[in-house]
DNA sequence: TGATTTTGTCACCGACCGGTGATATAAGTG
DNA sequence: CACTTATATCACCGGTCGGTGACAAAATCA
């Protein structure tokens, strides 16, 4: 039931993971819980089911823009590229809330929904990194350091919902995502003027 | 009653945050449930004793060392400095699994215990930041950057618990680990020869 | 039409949850 | 000793949880 499936996001996005289960996703949809058994075989195909029904992800498109633009992107220098990729993705989660609640719980527990998750993320992540290998960077473990800025970029997504500072800083503005991100901007330039 | 306060960590140890409750707490302790509120107030007053009872976070001690031994870190280059800060306080993390189970904990729920540690980090971030600022570092927004790094030490920390790859790269292992120290060493460097 | 299979409803299960009131036991005090 | 106060035990509350078996209504098919 079409109902049931939606109810998944709805209940998220309203009471967060910790209150999801059969009896208030029942509730929620107006259905008898013993369908999400027999439609979905329990919660977890129900989870199944919800994460093959939405875009919790973005698309490699949605980060580098269509053909054209790729193209106009990739001619500019390789450290504004990567600013700018890095930007687009934060944008991107940051726009899908559900997301970031999943990105918090499987933080917490393995289920249908984070495990989806974490397929389409690995997969975007590689095409996303075989794109990126085309530039011409400088030599360096280049998917070590854009791993640990995609770190820092979930990890700040999830936390601020929660906090507002972080060591003093205010971590919890527009302004903390720019000044992130000019300085994994500053630190990439860097590398393409070592004297190594 | 100390069973009841040592039986959090225990439990916390053994089940996950998520089965943590004022019955399986009393279980556990082997002590009627209704001391927990006579005693603690209830499980959030418990949660305070015993965040208060446990030494969760590493102190800057523990980072920097003894006096003279700061002496002797705070000579060499501040590249090689910032990564040994990282580095060590990454291990103090890691060797602290009870806590990377709260820090993930704290992605989803606020609690005593996710609020005792909030502030401990918060003021050793705020003593670690004020011993660094002693450095002669090139001029760059420094906290921005460092709190990035430590992000991304922090969702590594928790995420390699549960997944063992990320965009292809393995993350599960102390080579990964390293891998990550050698980039955010090779980035910082990099600061230091900028053209400005 | 009648028979069968799908779809939905209802009542109920045992287990655990957080929380409380009454009461027994032990310790301290005169 | 008796008396008070602190400490611990027990039984029980209403509510929610995940899960199931029995059965009514509706659609399908002969």
Redesign the interface.
Known sequence: MQRMVSSVGELIAEQ???NVGVNALARKAKVDKVLIYRYFDGLEGLYAAYANSIDFWPSVEEILGEEDDVQELMSQPFDKVLRTVLERFANAVRSRPLTIEIM???????NALTIAL?QVR?QM??D??AHMQKLDLPS??W??????????I???A??SR??E?????E?NSEQAWT??F???E??????????S
Chains 1, 2 share one sequence.
């Not at 918090?104 to 393995?110: D, K, P, Q, T």
């Not at 998917?143 to 820092?152: G, K, M, R, S, V």
């Not at 500072?165 to 800083?169: K, S």
Request: proline share 2%; hydrophobic share 45%.
């Open positions: 967060g993971f910790a918090a719980w499987e933080m917490v527990e393995r974490e690995e992540g590689l996303l990194a360096a473990d998917p070590t350091i854009t791993n640990t800025f995609i770190f820092a979930n990890y700040l999830i936390r929660k906090i500072r972080f060591t003093g800083i971590i000044r992130m000019d300085s994994m500053f630190l990439i330039n860097g590398t393409g003027n070592s004297k």
